[in-house]
């Protein structure tokens, strides 16, 4: 169960995108399933029948119902083989991995092990990105003629060129460590959170993703603020009318500095592009594409990338449909987290550090949406799972 949980959770960050041309990823898909069904297993016999058949039938709704619309959507719309299209989505299979936690949890695997697995899997990502950052030659690497190659370096004349690291693994390792440190005990708490500290601010400064970090903090800042109790929820009424007003010029703000970045004029012209093709297929969008048939750069542009896009390529790609149900998905488990967390505050006095750290890493996404929406890949999907379960087992009161 530990081995499925760390090569599901590792993998799925993609922590296995220098192996073997990402084949590890196939292993961490196998793991979730694997992860998922020995749950489920185990789960029959102890769990009465609604809650079994809540945490088997909605996952297994949920994620094959996203892979065979978009697949269908996608042969509906330029034909080609849909088994292909299916199977090109197959990363969303990796949300079982939070289900398949839930459930073995709930018969008879401690929470507290399943964590301190998470955390080990956090830090190992990190020491796995040093690893290959300093033993890999990204400059060959980059004009490789392998697109699997080519696609794990990026280059620009100020951060020259960078290996592409698990970046929402890093971004929850960080402000866990963040907030262990401020809630340390005892000597050897505060040597191992600062030192987990000093290496995701360490990978930090080889990737400097500005407008990531700028996220993070304001999440940082706001949770004082509106999150930290249950009693600052009314302040966000009284100042939502404000915020509406601000949000013009601070979208305007960010879309300055996101098209005046590397790469701005590019994304421009996808922005454009989408909003040009949404209204040909507005319920379900233009579906998965796949790499045996057309792909969204033959029928678009060939710099023409979606989840490059934010909100706009999920709006593109799964229609208003897809865009609502991302929505509400990333709400409900953003909830899930703040109640989970808010309750173990009341128990314990104290914050609950992975899961403050995923709490905040849901916020920053959330205002970063317009130019990432990270729930609809690999690592989103992973760590989103992860969260909804551990979240929703703390609120159980399954220590």
């Not at 898909?29 to 992860?35: F, P, Q, W």
């Not at 592009?273 to 209204?279: H, N």
């Not at 709400?331 to 992975?354: D, Y």
Request: proline share 4%; aromatic share 16%.
């Amino acid at each position: 169960m530990c081995a499925l949980i760390f090569i599901a959770i590792f993998a799925g960050c993609q922590g296995g995108r220098y192996y073997l041309a990402n084949r590890l990823q196939e292993l961490g898909i196998a793991s979730a399933l694997g992860l998922f069904l020995l749950g489920t297993w185990r789960a029959l016999f102890q769990l009465d029948l609604r809650t079994w058949l809540a945490w088997f039938v909605r996952p297994v709704c949920l994620i094959l119902g996203i892979m065979v619309v978009s697949s269908l959507a996608f042969y509906l719309n330029y034909g080609g083989n849909p088994l292909y299209s299916f199977f090109s989505a197959r990363e969303f299979l990796l949300a079982f991995v939070g289900p398949g936690i839930f459930l073995l949890c709930r018969s008879g695997l401690p929470l507290s092990v399943a964590e301190r697995i998470i955390q080990f899997t956090l830090i190992a990502l990190m020491l796995n990105y040093l690893f290959f950052y300093f033993t890999l030659d990204l400059k060959s690497l980059f004009f490789s003629t392998d697109h699997t190659l080519s696609n794990l370096v990026t280059y620009d004349e100020w951060r020259g060129f960078r290996l592409k690291p698990p970046l929402f693994a890093i971004m929850v390792a960080l402000m866990a460590a963040l907030i262990s440190l401020g809630q340390a005990r005892g000597p050897l708490s505060w040597v191992i959170s600062c030192s987990i500290l000093a290496i995701a601010v360490y990978i930090w400064s080889i990737v400097m993703f500005r407008s990531t970090l700028a996220t993070m903090l304001f999440s940082i800042v706001l949770y004082p603020i509106f999150f930290s109790s249950k009693t600052r929820l009314p302040l966000m009424v009284v100042l939502c009318p404000l915020v509406i007003l601000l949000l013009p010029i601070g979208f305007q703000v960010m879309l300055d500095v996101f098209l005046g970045s590397d790469g701005g004029a590019i994304r421009s012209k996808a922005f454009g592009l989408a909003f040009q093709k949404i209204p040909m297929h507005p319920l379900f969008g233009a579906g998965e594409d796949n790499a045996y048939g057309a792909t969204y750069q033959d029928i678009v542009a060939p710099y023409f990338y979606p989840d490059d896009i934010g909100l706009v390529g999920t709006l593109y790609k799964y229609g208003v449909m897809g865009a609502a149900l991302y929505l509400f998905m990333h709400f409900k488990i953003w909830r899930r987290l703040w109640m989970a967390n808010m309750r173990h505050v009341e128990q314990n006095g104290r914050i609950h550090p992975l899961l403050w750290g995923i709490f905040m890493w849901l916020t920053a996404l959330a205002f970063n949406l317009v130019l990432n929406p990270g729930l609809a890949y690999a690592q989103g999907i992973t760590l989103a799972s992860t969260g909804f379960a551990l979240a929703s087992l703390h609120l159980l009161g399954r220590n």
